[in-house]
């Protein structure tokens, strides 16, 4: 019924950038009216899953220690989009990449906790 939709993972030098892209649709447009939050995580392989950043429908942000003054998130509430542009990137920000959203009012009712699938970003030294 709503899927989460990854894209822009890759390979990249340490120091270069990478910008996510995550798209929440229904299976009937127009079914999503609106998402609390939408976020990032990833999982980096032997490691748990981590926050890297979440976006509120308001505009407050959260972000990882680790990322701060690098990854930037943003939304687009009209388009159920939210997007992670991430600069200065190092080896240890390898992982598979997690979009993330919660509390989704939609035309089948409220949803909790989707995941996409996920992209890999592999950042070489």
């Known amino acids: 019924q709503v899927q989460l939709v990854e894209s822009g993972g890759g390979v990249v030098q340490a120091g270069g950038s990478l910008r996510l892209s995550c798209a929440a649709s229904?299976?009937?447009?127009?079914?999503?009216?609106?998402?609390?939050?939408m976020g990032w995580y990833r999982q980096a392989p032997g490691k748990q899953r981590e926050l890297v950043a979440r976006i509120f429908s308001g505009g407050s942000t959260n972000y990882a220690d680790s990322v701060k003054g690098r990854f930037t998130i943003s939304r687009d509430n009209a388009k159920n989009l939210v997007y992670l542009q991430m600069n200065s990137l190092k080896p240890e920000d390898t992982a598979v990449y997690y979009c993330?959203?919660?509390?989704?009012?939609?035309?089948?009712?409220?949803?909790?906790?989707?995941w996409g699938q996920g992209t890999q970003v592999t950042v070489s030294s």
């Open positions: 229904g299976s009937i447009s127009g079914s999503i009216f609106s998402i609390n939050a």
């Open positions: 993330n959203a919660d509390s989704l009012s939609t035309g089948w009712g409220i949803m909790y906790d989707l």
